[in-house]
Each structure stands twice: as C-alpha cells, then as structure tokens.
C-alpha cells in the first residue's frame, strides 16, 4: 500500500542543541528557523508519505503546540488587539495529517512503537527517528524492502565518527552490534526503516515476556532484518557543533536532505 503511515521517534531527552534557559525537545532544535523535525517530515513526504505519527515524550506539548498553530508559525500575521482578529498573510501550510502521541519520558524505542500499533494499523510502516537528517531515497528503501519480502529493512550508512557500528553478515542482515574501529566499510544505523505489521507482534511479546532485548536484536531473533546501504548524505544532529554545520549548509543553500522543492 502506498498511504504508508510514518512513525517519527521524537520522545528523547531534552535536547542538548539549545543553548537558552528554555529547554526543548530534540526535534524542536531549528535549522533554518524550522524545527529539524520539520525537515524530516519535508523528506517524507516529498516521496508521498504524508500520514504521521509522532511520539512524543519529554515537552510534547511543545511538538502539540507547533503542529496546533502550524500555518501561523509558516505565516505573516497581522492581529487585531482590540478584536482578537488574525489576518494570516500568505497562507502556508502543508497536505500533513499529524497524529501526536505522548508515549513518555522514558520509554525505549520499542515501547513507543508499541503504544502507537493500533494507529499504525495493519499495514507496513516507515519508521524514522527525530534526530537525524539524510537525503535517502525513501520510494527506493521501500522497494528494497519489498523486493526482499522482508519483516524490516533498516537504512544503514557509513558512520559519521561516533556511532554504534553494526555486525552484518555474508547477506547483509543485521547480526548485532560490535565494539569495532570506525573504517571506511564500517556501517551504522541511519534512522530510517520501513517495518512489516508483523513485527509489533514480536516487540510486544517481547515486552510481555520482559526479554531484555534492543529494538533490532529482538526483530532480528525472529527473522532477518533487511538493510539498506546508503552511501549518500546522513548525519546526526546531536551537538551544538553538528547544528552549526546543519545551519550553515543550510544558509549557503547547500542542504545535501532538502530534497524538496520549495
């Protein structure tokens, strides 16, 4: 199907990226004056994904908030003090539906994919986390991950310095994590996927019967987890020092991720 819903991890920490009193939720953390999770969701659905979820978990009320007021944030405004009247200038906005979930402050990934299965459905789902930027082609991960018939596929990229290098096999599936040197031919997670309905039904049974397995491992226990190489842009953005550079590709209009048109 192609009204495929996508599941935006947004519930970490506060984010460590704004430097005022304020603190915020990551995906909140701005690049070009728009949150980061706007440019996620820009990806998307350029290739058509337009239906969200998102789970929310330290200040949701902020991310609630942003998708409550929407065009006003994207707009010109004028306001009428004494009517209380809005006059909204160039009208902008976006053909989203935005589902906002609160799945806590500390739950894990799979927790959160738990709480938001019966809005997910029964269909597949694409799954991307809120603090990541890539330019992956998300229409050809999809078709990767068909042609394989697989439970998942996760998008894997060449690390960027500091990242969890992940064991693949012979075949390219998922086998765990490893303690490895940073090499060029070394591959990390690169928080986008697309996952199968069937595998909420491992991740619960999973939780049911308190296996104390990560997201990955427990889907790659049942069946191989796919992977996706992208060899293009990802990065990140987890300190200040990425989100200068975020900001300043973006500002010289060299955003390898904006693959929109504006």
């Not at 589902?99 to 500390?106: A, E, K, R, Y």
Request: some cysteine; glycine content about 6%; hydrophobic content about 35%.
């Amino acid at each position: 199907t192609d009204n495929m819903k996508v599941i935006i991890l947004a519930g970490g920490l506060p984010s460590t990226l704004i430097e005022e009193d304020e603190k915020m939720p990551k995906p909140m953390a701005e690049i070009g004056s728009r949150p980061m999770l706007w440019h996620i969701m820009k990806q998307y659905a350029h290739y058509g994904y337009n239906d969200f979820i998102i789970c929310t978990g330290y200040k949701g009320e902020v991310i609630k908030d942003y998708f409550m007021n929407f065009y006003i944030y994207q707009s010109d405004i004028t306001v009428d003090l004494q009517t209380n009247e809005v006059e909204i200038h160039r009208k902008q906005t976006e053909d989203w539906k935005v589902s906002i979930v609160d799945t806590g402050l500390q739950s894990s990934v799979m927790e959160r994919l738990i709480m938001v299965r019966e809005l997910a459905g029964d269909e597949p789902v694409l799954v991307a986390y809120g603090d990541c930027l890539s330019d992956i082609d998300i229409q050809e991960m999809i078709e990767s991950h068909r042609r394989q018939q697989s439970l998942a596929t996760v998008a894997i990229a060449h690390p960027t310095g500091r990242n969890e290098i992940l064991a693949l096999n012979e075949q390219g599936c998922y086998i765990g994590t490893k303690q490895g040197k940073k090499q060029k031919h070394s591959w990390v997670n690169a928080c986008s996927m697309v996952l199968e309905a069937r595998a909420f039904d491992y991740l619960k049974e999973n939780q049911e019967n308190h296996f104390a397995l990560s997201f990955m491992d427990c889907l790659a226990a049942h069946e191989p987890v796919q992977t996706y190489r992208h060899e293009g842009f990802w990065s990140p953005v987890e300190t200040i020092r990425d989100k200068t550079l975020m900001e300043n590709l973006w500002a010289q209009h060299k955003a390898p991720w904006k693959v929109w048109e504006d």
